[in-house]
């Protein structure tokens, strides 16, 4: 058993306005996304259902040909395989859970977020 303090441990920026911090279980990935007002994450699709919940600020996501804004205290369901991308349209905090593990992220394969 590990406890995670996601305000002590180091956030990995990915881009400029983007931080990243993950934790993997055997099942799943769970991740802290951190977005700056104006930041985006390109048009990606992966084989992990998905689950964002937004802990602070206000996300447009833009799935397959859906678009949705979710603030503080919702959650937005992200099936396998989708395309999906998302915008912050102010300063941002997620929560993401994945199934199965994000195993392209462990092997490093997360150029899209890179940008």
């Not at 951190?34 to 996501?61: D, I, K, M, P, W």
């Not at 395309?83 to 929560?95: F, I, K, N, R, T």
């Amino acid at each position: 058993m590990k406890i995670v303090r996601w305000h002590g441990d180091p956030v990995e920026e990915l881009s400029p306005g983007l931080g990243r911090q993950m934790l993997h279980t055997e099942l799943m990935t769970v991740a802290r996304i951190t977005l700056a007002a104006g930041t985006s994450v390109a048009r990606h699709a992966h084989a992990n259902e998905q689950v964002a919940t937004v802990l602070e600020g206000l996300l447009r996501f833009m799935i397959g040909d859906e678009v949705l804004v979710a603030s503080a205290a919702e959650s937005v369901v992200i099936p396998p395989n989708v395309p999906h991308e998302v915008e912050a349209l102010e300063d941002s905090v997620v929560l993401d859970v994945f199934s199965p593990v994000r195993d392209d992220w462990i092997r490093g394969d997360d150029a899209y977020l890179r940008r």
